[in-house]
């Protein structure tokens, strides 16, 4: 692999885009360093209107000077993870930022001791209006916000707050011992990537043996895990208890603005849709003519051939543009001149030192966002290139149409836009190719993806919400409830009453392999995102609603209404069935044209 210096400045990013001198990032790191100096002079007076302007005034534009520090130093660093020159920016930058949120701190606190209807006339006071949506956090906070002495407190403890995740983590990566097998006649230690290798292993005894030899490994360290994973649901169902929230989906739902049952309108939604799981299920136990099917089989590939397709970096640019090309000529224009390397949006290829993977960052608010790439020319690598731009193009008209205070959309939403470019490219191959073993692929790819994200991350979802409850009743988390409730999950969503699949007692620790499950009721917004996401492509596809109003009504909106309003103004309700009907009737079909070609 190349250095960094052998590699094409064509392709390349421009972080120079941020800031042209280092001149000017010392300049940004004096006027936040002043800032956090003064804003403590505000405390005790944010009654008044003027006081309070300014302190907001000063705090957000100290805070978007801070991103854009963040996002120069993060930029640089990531290509090169080798140049301590840019480590030492990185930490420059969250020095700064914690001394600003150290002078600020005791703003929200104020604010909160005064009326409600105080802070509902600064919120409706026009010269507040930037800040709108920072007073409704404030008063949707209100009733769960504790006293001076408390809140210190509980801000103590807040570093805490992932210990047993963060002990999780190491433990996973570094303590525990994975057992070697033979496989292909060479001695393999069956450890996280070797497991995530196998397990779509052509041979059916490699993967059963893999799935043996992974499981037994979390088999034997279940009980230590399930300490970690309880002890980390205890630390968030407490606080939401000391913060006067009925159980701790309340306060997950109240944080993103929703009703209180939308997690369980989910829920029944999707395993309302469940025979379509069980339809492809069926139809992966004929092709593979595994009439026993286990739950050792569920990654194994139904179709083979079609993935040796070239996506050199250009013909992944002129597929991104012929997906698009339904959508408005200013989206078309913004996103051609992005995707053009010279306009310094992207980072092509791998280089030595590179950070792994693939991400967007769009936190500098005053310059065009930028996409990280490790672009191989496969067909994940075009996929990924497409879903990142999804997020740049958000992320530009975000910023270009909301102010700084309104422009970073929330995790909710996050996933909407990229996947809307994926499902608008997977959709533009399919009608495009004359290959029926691509065909095959993109169709066996597309509903894999369905499978992944909404029927498997709702599995998890609705296995999270039963510890949260255990833990809520004051019982303990023990390895043999945690097995039997995962193991009720999987039996559910994969049909094994009617014979599709066999749970295996061993693999019902999986549970102890999903790091989300120490993150506060997440991962239903994976379902959300995806179908969002699918409703909103397949109604710009089909004439149903207009580019604009996507545009419009979601790219545009950032975080200026709750994110359920945002997606109902680009033309999806979650709240409704119809979305949850769509991805079943999507779902069918492409199943239905994979089964015509195998």
Do not use: C
């Not at 002129?318 to 000529?329: F, Q, R």
């Not at 008209?397 to 959309?409: L, V």
Request: cysteine-free; overall charge negative.
């Amino acid at each position: 692999m190349k250095k960094r210096s052998e590699m094409d400045p064509k392709f390349m990013w421009k972080p120079e885009h941020i800031y042209e001198s280092e001149e000017a990032v010392q300049e940004d790191f004096l006027i936040v360093g002043t800032a956090s100096g003064q804003l403590a002079e505000f405390a005790g007076r944010l009654n008044e209107k003027e006081v309070l302007l300014e302190a907001l005034k000063m705090s957000s534009d100290a805070m978007r000077r801070i991103m854009k520090l963040g996002s120069y130093a993060h930029r640089n660093r990531d290509v090169d993870m080798a140049q301590g020159k840019w480590q030492e920016l990185s930490g420059m930058v969250e020095s700064v930022q914690t001394g600003l949120a150290a002078a600020t701190s005791f703003m929200e606190p104020e604010l909160l001791s005064y009326s409600s209807e105080l802070l509902k006339g600064f919120r409706n006071d026009p010269d507040f209006e930037i800040y709108s949506r920072y007073f409704d956090a404030l008063l949707r906070n209100k009733p769960h916000t504790l006293s001076d002495k408390e809140e210190m407190i509980l801000a103590q403890f807040s570093g805490l707050a992932m210990a047993e995740y963060e002990t999780y983590s190491t433990f996973a990566s570094t303590d525990m011992k994975f057992p070697k097998i033979e496989i292909n006649g060479e001695l393999v230690e069956v450890n996280m990537p070797t497991y995530a290798k196998y397990r779509q292993d052509d041979d059916r005894d490699i993967r059963r043996r893999v799935f043996d030899a992974f499981w037994s490994t979390y088999d034997g360290y279940k009980n230590s895990i399930a300490k970690m994973l309880h002890y980390q649901i205890k630390y968030y169902t407490t606080v939401t208890r000391i913060r006067k929230y009925d159980d701790a989906l309340e306060a997950e739902m109240k944080g993103n603005e929703l009703p209180y049952d939308f997690f369980y309108t989910l829920r029944d939604n999707i395993r309302s849709i469940l025979p379509a799981l069980y339809e492809y299920l069926s139809l992966k136990k004929e092709v593979l003519d595994i009439p026993d099917q286990g739950y050792h089989d569920v990654y194994a590939k139904m179709v083979s051939g079609g993935a040796g397709r070239k996506y050199e970096f250009d013909e992944s640019v002129k597929l991104i543009n012929e997906a698009m090309s339904v959508m408005t000529e200013e989206y078309r224009d913004v996103l051609a001149q992005s995707m053009k390397p010279e306009n310094g949006w992207i980072d092509v290829y791998p280089n030595q030192g590179k950070r792994s993977g693939a991400y967007m960052s769009g936190e500098a608010y005053d310059t065009h966002p930028f996409v990280l790439l490790n672009h191989i020319d496969d067909y994940n690598s075009a996929s990924t290139f497409a879903h990142e731009m999804g997020h740049a193009i958000h992320s530009y008209y975000s910023n270009r149409y909301q102010p700084f205070e309104k422009s970073q959309y929330t995790i909710f939403v996050a996933e909407v836009a990229s996947t809307f470019n994926e499902i608008m490219m997977i959709n533009h191959l399919l009608e495009t190719t004359e290959d029926k073993e691509e065909k095959k692929f993109l169709l066996n790819h597309f509903i894999e993806k369905i499978r992944a994200t909404v029927f498997r991350q709702m599995q998890f979802a609705e296995f999270e919400d039963e510890i949260y409850k255990k833990v809520e009743r004051g019982e303990t988390l023990t390895p043999d409830f945690l097995n039997h409730i995962y193991g009720e999950t999987l039996s559910r969503y994969y049909g094994e009453e009617y014979g599709l699949m066999t749970i295996d007692e061993l693999y019902k620790n999986e549970w102890a392999f999903v790091p989300h499950f120490y993150y506060n009721y997440y991962v239903y917004k994976y379902v959300v995102g995806f179908i969002g996401a699918l409703s909103l492509a397949e109604s710009v596809r089909t004439g149903l609603i207009s580019p604009q109003q996507y545009i419009d009504g979601f790219l545009k909106a950032g975080s200026s209404k709750p994110p359920i309003e945002i997606l109902k103004d680009a033309g999806v309700d979650m709240t409704s069935p119809q979305p949850y009907k769509l991805i079943e009737k999507v779902f069918v079909e492409k199943l239905k044209e994979l089964k015509s070609l195998m």
